[in-house]
Nanobody, 125 residues
């Protein structure tokens, strides 16, 4: 089954950092934009960040700007999300998504081809 695989979630205290990773399983991420979404309990899934094919274009949700950094390593067929200064409101299941596009769309849901199963991040003291 073609599906991105996320890793790196866990239970952390507020203000600490965590790095999520996503690997292409059965397909290469090199030629498409990839991104992160999250879904908090009782809320809709929301776009968190996106990065274009070669990393030249990135975008972030306002709620994570300045705290989260998206990056990719095409040689390792991997995507990352460095999350700093975590807050309780960052608690969610985080999903990796691979697009059919080379650039990040204005609508984060547009062009998503594959979804990962998600990794849970819980921020609590």
């Amino acid at each position: 089954q073609l599906q991105p695989l996320e890793a790196g979630g866990g239970l952390v205290q507020p203000a600490v950092s965590l790095r999520l990773s996503c690997a292409g399983s059965g397909f290469t991420l090199d030629y498409v934009a990839v991104g992160w979404f999250r879904q908090a309990p009782g809320k809709e899934r929301e776009g968190v960040s996106c990065i274009s094919t070669h990393g030249g274009d990135t975008n972030y949700a306002d709620s994570v700007k300045g705290r989260f950094t998206i990056s990719r390593d095409n040689a390792k067929n991997s995507l990352y999300l460095q999350m700093n200064s975590l807050k309780p409101e960052d608690t969610a299941v985080y999903y990796c998504a691979a697009y059919s596009l080379r650039l990040c769309p204005r609508d984060p849901y547009f062009g998503v081809d594959y979804w990962g199963k998600g990794t849970t991040v819980t921020v609590s003291s």
